[in-house]
Each structure stands twice: as C-alpha cells, then as structure tokens.
C-alpha cells in the first residue's frame, strides 16, 4: 500500500520559486518527480532521521525536509532547497 504525500502550501511555493528562478528547471522536476515516487513507496527507507520525527533526503539538486505517519500511510512535505 502506497504513501499519500503532500507538499505543504510553503514548501510548494517554495518548489515553484527555485523552479522558475533556476537554469536546471528540468533537473528540479526531474527531481521532484523522484522524490515524490520514493516517498509514495519507501518514505522510512530513503534520506537520515532527524529530530522531532523529521527526515532528510536528498535528490540532486534538491533536499528536503519530510514527515512521516506510518499508521495513516501519509508523507508530509514541509521544507525544500537546492544544495
């Protein structure tokens, strides 16, 4: 059964605005695409756990800051930059 992921409304600001102001659009969707495929699988399986029951995970350009609730099978994305 897949994970139900979801972008917070500052973080997808956020996407948009590195995607509109960069050269590398193409790898940022490339990337967002990926990483929202990864989550949906296996989000306790990719990037390092942090404090307060956050994530990390990285998918070049991008890194992001995520949450998980295993039992409602939900991904919360709270935070995106380039690194």
Do not use: N
């Not at 990337?31 to 989000?43: F, G, I, S, Y």
């Not at 942090?50 to 919360?76: C, H, M, N, Q, T």
């Amino acid at each position: 059964m897949k994970f139900t992921v979801t972008w917070i409304p500052s973080a997808e600001s956020r996407l948009t605005e590195l995607w509109l102001g960069s050269r590398v659009s193409a790898r940022i969707t490339a990337a967002t695409d990926r990483l929202d495929a990864l989550l949906a699988e296996r989000p306790l399986e990719i990037g390092e756990s942090r404090p307060a029951g956050l994530r990390i995970a990285f998918e070049v350009p991008l890194a992001i800051i995520y949450w998980v609730d295993s039992p409602a099978r939900k991904v919360v994305v709270l935070d995106v930059w380039l690194f």
